[in-house]
């Protein structure tokens, strides 16, 4: 009978290189183990936590509450210094989403429009621009795609042709 296979947690060493030795890489995750004797063979892949991530969780779940506020003069300086909360202020109109914006576009063109497309057109009429992404044509056919799919017949939009997308 084959013994059982218990995971090995990985510990810092300095680095060397030797023949007798087999290394591995050390991939926060998962451990695949494997054993063989005689004729038979075990394979065996076991969940490790992070210990960075497990100190992660702690930091946040033993976080240092604030003091409370200390009475005295220290409290009423820090008090005055705050300052006033405006009077009237104006309310900020929420930025339009991309999936909004190329609603927008198609309804302005009329026409069939590929993702590209209309990343160039939001973004040249001021409608939506991407918030630094690398890909948002990749993020918004994403998009299309998973409202078309999800919502059928409600979908805002429709394929028109392969790659191309109309208003619904």
Known sequence: MMPMLLPMLATPAAPFDSEEYLFELKWDGVRALAARAAWQARCRCVPIPSPRRSSMKAKKKHAPKTP???????????????????????????????????????????????????????????????????????????????????????????????GKFVLA
Do not use: H
């Open 68 to 162: 409370p506020a200390q009475a005295g003069k220290a409290a009423a300086k820090t008090q005055k210094a705050a300052p006033a909360p405006a009077s009237n202020p104006t309310p900020q109109a929420p930025k339009p989403s991309a999936l909004a914006a190329a609603a927008r576009v198609l309804a302005e063109t009329g026409q069939a429009m590929t993702c590209p497309e209309l990343i160039v057109a939001m973004a040249s009429k001021g409608y939506w621009t991407s918030p630094a992404g690398k890909t948002p044509s990749a993020t918004l056919y994403a998009a299309l795609t998973r409202e078309i799919q999800t919502k059928k017949d409600q979908a805002r939009f429709r394929k028109s042709a392969p």
